[in-house]
């Protein structure tokens, strides 16, 4: 007689990482730039009606795209430090957390949100570098390693 024995499994710990893959990353940060840019949109729509319309130059800058820059980084640097996600992140429920699970701090934010964002907006070809999260076992890109942070399923 065969006797049936069930296999039993061992249910996730608790503090089971999930690691956010490159397209719940991708679809969330998408949406953050939607933000973002609507942000720019009301907070630049009075530099339309100065200097008739026409661009007020800083050097090479515009002051608008100076502000617009200004923005992007403050909205990505501030969401994360107070809620550990922006708003993209909440909708496809993801979480930044730091590598050691401490409180994530301003320096390590500043290394992710500021400097590895700024580095990918200065050299365009950078982009091609958000892929590593793709291919690395804790789905980390090159401003994940900076910061030394994660992002993580939060659901």
Known sequence: MHEYQETYTEPPAA??????GFWMRFWAYL???IVVFSLNGILLSPFKFINDGDAIGIWDWTVAGIISMVVLYVYFLLMTKFYGKTLGKMIFGLLVVREDR??????????????GRFIHRVFWWTNVLYLFV????QKQG????AGNTRVLLDR
Do not use: G, N, S
């Open 102 to 115: 401490q409180p994530l701090k301003w320096r390590d934010l500043f290394f992710r949100e500021v400097i």
């Open 31 to 33: 949406t953050d730039l």
């Open 15 to 20: 503090d089971t990482k999930r690691y956010a």
């Open 134 to 137: 793709a291919f690395t076992d």
């Open 142 to 145: 090159l401003h994940d390693m």
